[in-house]
């Protein structure tokens, strides 16, 4: 039995999730127009040496880690909502921000265009994913107090209760 309690856990992680990919987006946009990176070619210590003194840069990355821990949160509590297409939804979103984390490191190391490109991407998909499962949980969520199904059938017994 689906139990609403999973249904708006799921849903939570879920906005939670676009709310930090809204953000870590404005952060981007703020390193993309501010912040002169010299690309570290392919050693951790030289893309440690990249973010000295750019804040903004340090900050986009770490809440990208943030961001793949709450996308893996929301993926299993997407599963384990009992909602197949909400867990479709959360599962392209966890992938969709690893492929863009993936290309933000290639960015660092490189700098080139396709990297850019996934990470812009990645984030697309991820946020649509998100829209779309957080629209699924709330539209296919059990009946509440009002006595009406998630079709908006009254439910057997519930056709004299008043509506919340």
Do not use: C, D, W
């Not at 697309?124 to 509440?144: H, I, M, S, T």
Request: hydrophobic share 55%.
């Amino acid at each position: 039995m689906i139990t609403r309690a999973r249904l708006t856990a799921a849903g939570a992680t879920a906005a939670l999730t676009l709310g930090v990919l809204s953000v870590q987006f404005l952060l981007g946009m703020g390193v993309n127009l501010t912040v002169q990176v010299a690309h570290a070619g392919f050693s951790m210590g030289s893309m440690m040496s990249v973010m000295r003194g750019k804040p903004l840069l340090m900050v986009h990355m770490m809440l990208g880690m943030l961001t793949a821990v709450l996308a893996l949160v929301a993926a299993v509590s997407a599963a384990i909502s009992g909602r197949t297409t909400a867990a479709v939804s959360g599962a392209v979103g966890l992938l969709a921000v690893l492929v863009a984390g993936y290309g933000g490191i290639r960015f660092l190391l490189s700098g080139g265009n396709t990297a850019s490109f996934m990470m812009a991407a990645g984030f697309l998909v991820a946020y649509a994913a998100y829209f779309v499962e957080l629209v699924l949980l709330v539209r296919l969520r059990p009946p509440g107090a009002g006595g009406r199904s998630s079709q908006g059938q009254v439910e057997p017994g519930m056709a004299g209760a008043r509506r919340g």
